[in-house]
């Protein structure tokens, strides 16, 4: 039986509501729920099996800002829950996972302290993502605001044999603006490590959800949604559906 792939579908969380961003600027965030809790249970009802979660506000600003929501979706939902934005230290990590998330997704500390993600693979075993978000192919960090000449794929080799639970890569191109994953790269890099890859940005249609199924992507997790999913572009229980039959 093949492995099945997940669709998470995606909370990003700007002082204390659900939005999404284009391209990750801040400046263009649309609000869709001022309750993130009731859009986690809503996802729950929907069928999903996991969700996933972004700090934006501590993405940018080192620390996380938006607690408080984070709790309440943690109490609103027992799918598991994968969260990112502003966790920069051993203690972060620890405090996270002991409120109950399945996972944190390391993307800054990633590329300024390797070593630390390493330590946390190893006392937190399957539990440590890493976030790689690209421009251009080069990872960008600090809530994407900085762009570093590290290449993506450099940095996902960087973790091959370190109990990385899955690689989260985001084309910050895409992101928010419904044009499409950008395959060929994510891709390239789950051919390349052998680290599961996570598709995020750009998923606009059943025809993403499709693409995702062929062969060549079978090394794939999955993919994020955000937009199309909160637009309507992409039918929750068509796309789930789809992925269902293709197990």
């Not at 944190?104 to 070593?115: K, Q, S, Y």
Request: charged share 25%; proline share 3%; net charge negative.
């Amino acid at each position: 039986m093949k492995q099945k792939k997940i669709l998470f579908p995606a909370i990003d969380l700007k002082d204390g509501q659900c939005v999404r961003l284009k391209r990750g600027d801040i400046d263009t965030a649309t609000t869709y729920n001022d309750d993130p809790a009731a859009q986690a249970k809503a996802f729950q009802e929907a069928r999903f099996q996991w969700l996933h979660v972004v700090d934006l506000n501590g993405a940018f600003e080192g620390k996380s800002v938006n607690g408080t929501a984070v709790d309440a979706i943690l109490a609103a939902t027992s799918n598991p829950v994968q969260l990112g934005g502003g966790i920069r230290t051993e203690a972060d990590i620890e405090a996270w996972l002991d409120k109950g998330l399945a996972r944190v997704i390391l993307g800054t500390v990633a590329v300024r302290d390797p070593e630390l993600v390493k330590q946390a693979c190893r006392r937190f075993p399957g539990r440590v993502a890493v976030g790689i978000d690209a421009k251009g192919g080069k990872v960008a960090v600090e809530g994407w605001a900085e762009t570093s000449e590290l290449e993506a794929i450099e940095l996902a080799k960087r973790f091959e044999g370190a109990g990385v639970a899955a690689i989260v890569y985001t084309d910050i191109d895409r992101d928010g603006i419904l044009t499409g994953v950008n395959w060929d790269a994510t891709i390239e890099l789950a051919d390349a490590v052998s680290i599961p890859v996570i598709a995020s940005g750009g998923l606009a249609s059943l025809a993403d959800i499709e693409r995702m199924l062929r062969p060549d992507a079978a090394k794939l997790e999955g993919a994020i949604t955000g937009r199309a999913l909160y637009d309507g572009r992409l039918d929750a229980k068509a796309a789930l559906a789809l992925l269902g039959k293709a197990q």
